[in-house]
């Protein structure tokens, strides 16, 4: 797998494909280009860094289609659209999809270069976020099964005396175990954990 940003282009038309694929390596990008979406999505790897520049209107799996298929496949990549129609219902389906740009063609460089530009951008940010959160999973993961129900309680806003009684056991356990899941989540305050709680339950 390449680190580098790739910008994977698929459409039909191969003149297209070809001009595109010219204009964005001349700009530093790595390209992949495809001709049909089953070939993108048979080949692509959804781990390396890109974005994904699509076109609307193709046989078989169209623009929409795949994106809704990299989605429904856990796939966070940015996606740009290209079209020769440009209808305003298909724009608005997409952009409500997720889509980062929807481009008319004849596409102006400076547009899909800006586009792109931006899509890297949030690449970036989406890849921060995601490895924040597997992190945050990986210290939870490292609770005992007692240690996170004192978890939840105390994010609840329960107090110590409160999860004792709750649990069925004495106030100085209970700190015991608070005081060993605040080390293994590597945090001091009750704030922290429940901001911590709070990212790892929206990642759900």
Known sequence: ???????????????????????????????????????????????????????VAMPGLDGLALQQALTTGGSHR???FITGKGDVPTS?????????????????????????QRAEA?????????????????????????????????VAGRLNKQIAGELGTVEKTIKVHRSRMMEKLGLRTVADLVRMAEKAQASK
């Open 92 to 116: 608005v389906r997409a952009m409500k999809a997720g889509a980062l740009d929807f481009l008319t063609k004849p596409v102006r460089e400076k547009d899909l270069l800006d586009a792109i």
């Open 1 to 55: 797998m390449t680190d580098k940003f790739t910008v994977y282009l698929v459409d039909d038309d191969a003149g297209v494909r070809k001009a595109l694929s010219r204009l964005v390596r001349a700009k530093g990008y790595e390209v992949q280009s495809y001709v049909s979406a089953q070939e993108f999505l048979e080949r692509h790897d959804p781990a390396a860094p890109g974005c994904a520049v699509l076109d």
């Open 122 to 154: 949030r690449d970036a940010e989406l890849r921060r976020l995601h490895s924040e959160l597997d992190s945050i999973q990986a210290r939870i993961n490292t609770l005992t099964p007692r240690e996170r129900e004192v978890f939840t309680h105390v």
């Open 78 to 80: 940015p996606v740009i």
